[in-house]
């Protein structure tokens, strides 16, 4: 529905964006409760009309009436201060009088919106139009409406696996794999972790997925980090040479791309945080970073189309090394494995026991890729 507001007792503004009934919308909280945003593209035009009305035998006497487009970046901690770094203006009408009702068209064509809409924990950056009717006496008239604003990007070029090998000395010596760095936002985390030495009774390992908003430079610089979902992946005190499969579905969050240096005022990144606790509650863990990056809806890379990590080359777990899950049987109990998956996705395996090779969950994965791009195309 257009927005509108009621000035005084005589006046009525709205903005009605063009083809709004077809596009896209996002529901996004804010301060003053949820709002319905519509969605676009950032080489997208923007254009519609404004519509001023006047109630019956009223006028409205005006210095001009204007439009502008705003890209603006509102910090939490320096809430005075807004920042611009996109301003375009459209003049509608210039002074007169009004009578009745009256409609105004406008069209922002060469609004270039380079950075994505984002609604953080102490950041903001959002696009908006501003209708401002001048008078001379009076104050102004104002009306806004926002927008929300998403760039698709291509895959990367160069997406490496992360493998590592942490530890403390003479007690513990894990190492870990993932499938890639680099990951669309409906993608799936695949990876594996090998317990090279074990000499800490440990009660379980758990993953975490977490969001990192830094804001400002300097003295006013501020990180906050929030934990996006959390969960256990191992149930027990597992032997040398066991390894645990990881599959996280990212798709059931509520996830951005990763930002860099937002005009110099914020930035977003993404971590995969490995958490090990022994009997006496200990926590041991390592991070690592990983890249997300908005894929367009329908569109299939190599490694989309086969989420399960199965290569035509050479595999990323090598086969050297089954023997690691074999010693788990000689005469010791082994960890219940309980595999990485998101919480509530139908084709989540969390709290079964699973294989050793990711292999085995092959159709799982494919079918779980198969629905995220339907509801991909169905966006």
Known sequence: PAMSFLFGSSTTVSIQLAGQEDRKTIDVQTDKGTSTLPVYLGEDPVKGKVLVSCKPGKKLEHQGIRIDFFG??????????????????????????????????????????????????????????????????????????????????????????????????????????????????????????????????????????????????????????????????MDGCPVRGESIPVRLFLGAFDLTPTYKNIHSKFSVKYYLNLVLVDEEDRRYFKQQEIILWRRKAGAHTELDANPTGRHTGPRLFAESKPSRSKKGSSGKKSSKKTEGTTPGNPDSGAGQEQADDPEDTDNDNEASQKKQDEEDSAQ
Not at 91 to 104: C, S, T
Not at 111 to 121: H, M, P, R, V, W
Not at 154 to 165: Q, R
Request: net charge negative; proline share 3%; glycine share 4%.
């Open 72 to 233: 603006q970046i509102e910090l939490f901690y320096d809430r005075g201060n807004h920042y611009q770094f996109l301003t375009l203006t459209s003049e509608l009408a210039p002074a007169g009088i009004l009578e009745g009702d009256k409609e105004f068209e406008f069209d922002f064509v060469s609004a270039e919106k380079t950075f994505e809409s984002y609604n953080g924990i102490n950041a903001r950056l959002r696009y908006f139009l501003r209708v401002v009717i001048v008078r001379s006496i009076l104050a102004n008239i104002t009306e806004e409406k926002d927008i929300w604003v998403i760039n698709y990007q291509d895959p990367p070029d160069v997406d490496k696996p992360i493998k590592m090998e942490v530890g403390i000395e003479d007690c513990l010596h894990i190492e870990f794999e993932y499938l890639k760095s680099k990951y669309h936002l409906r993608d799936v985390v695949i990876g594996k972790i090998y317990f090279l030495l074990v000499r800490l009774k440990i009660k379980y390992m758990e993953i975490a997925l977490q969001r990192r908003e830094s804001t400002g430079t300097g003295p006013n610089s501020y990180s906050e980090s929030e934990t996006l979902t959390k969960f256990e992946i």
